[in-house]
């Protein structure tokens, strides 16, 4: 059995990958056991485990795109992100980092990188290098014991340790937290959720992401009532996004006249979320508040929101003439490149809520390992947090008599589309998944 091996990101990212060569090669494929190995006993962890984003974190359409089209060829273009080429393979495909197969193959050629984040890779975890764990600063031991959250777990093919660290928060943290290699706190999902009200109440991310059901671990295993589910739902569930946000409004106006305007709120509640929504890739997460008024002739009109006058507000509102992710054309060498629209197909005057990131250039940017500053604004929503737009409405002096109805959604989808659509992605991968949604009826006379 091979030593302990501490992964510290934080000093790779901004360094050579030859400077980390021996930590990326201390292991071999054949030190972990294959994830099917595992199914056979853990039969329904393996099923849940097997549709689940960790399964897929490398083979994933937008992940493949990310990688291969702009972190690699970008790692050789410029120095000082040339540890990407390792380090975002460290998180995506940790068998692969380990066993020094940098750059993996692409996913169709179905190596072992395709195994993503693996039973091997979070059971033979022992701990954290980091005091604040990120940037994949965990403790791995691949062997016979593996290592979980139960001080009776008993196996007749492996060995079994108790893991306080299993339990905890910090065990997500390693890989959901992340520095870019100019010092930008890039992903800060543990962070988020340590300065939030549920770190101090005790609950920690497995209670939402591995929510506990009856059952039985493996064949054979002891029945209990409290099985931690391997379904890691996030925001690609729409189970799991779908009212993460409560949305509603409120107006004193109950009548209006044609050429009168209308003032009105929307209020946003983040009452389920542990974290800030959008969290993760918050570069390029979308979460974005549409306000319509439909009259009694089924004609609709788009509601802008009230600027409030904040630093950065720009980047929260809509607009489809804002061009950026310029940074793409140049990884790509694309001549001309203007960038893309930033906003996607989001309506103008519609409110993002989005932590916006920018290049050493200035650029907003979807490529967190380029970004050197994002301090400008975070307008997302933090837990337990109630987020109040206002919206004042000129009134049509040709608006039908009759219901008016005011309509506000929430949308969120995983990138922008413009980004989604120039990379030729499925549909599903920025497609505008409804959060919450809020109607208010208003007479029109």
Known sequence: MRGIISIVLGLFLALPVTAFGAKMGTFKYSDFKKPNNCGMCHRDIYKQWKKTLMSKSYTHAWDQVEYFKLALPHSKKLEKVSGVKAGCIACHSPLAFLSGDIPPKPADKDTRANEGVSCEVCHNITGTSEKVPFNFSFDIEPGNVKRGPRKDAVSPFH??????????????????????????????????????????????CQDCHMPKAPGKSASGGKERKDIAQH??????????????????????EKTVSPGSALKFQAKLFNGKVGHSIPSGSTEERMLWLEVWATDANGKKYPIPVTPKGFKGEEYTIADSSAMTYQAIGEIMEIKGFKGLKRDGDVPDGARIFRHPFFDPKGRMTICQWYTKDNSLVDYRIKPRETKVEDYKWSVPTDLPKGKLTITANLY?????????????LPESEYKPLLVDSAEMAIEVK
Do not use: M, N
């Open 412 to 424: 969120y989808s995983q990138i922008p589309s413009s980004v989604g659509k120039f990379f030729k």
């Open 159 to 204: 060995k079994t340790a108790y893991s306080e660290f299993h339990k905890s928060a910090e065990i997500c943290a390693t890989c959901h937290d992340e520095q870019s290699p100019y010092g930008a706190w890039v992903k800060a999902t543990y962070r988020e959720w340590k300065e939030g009200p549920y770190a101090k109440e005790g609950k920690v």
């Open 231 to 252: 379904i890691f739902e996030g925001s690609h569930s729409i189970a799991q996004l779908t009212g993460a946000v409560d949305v509603s409004l409120s107006g004193l």
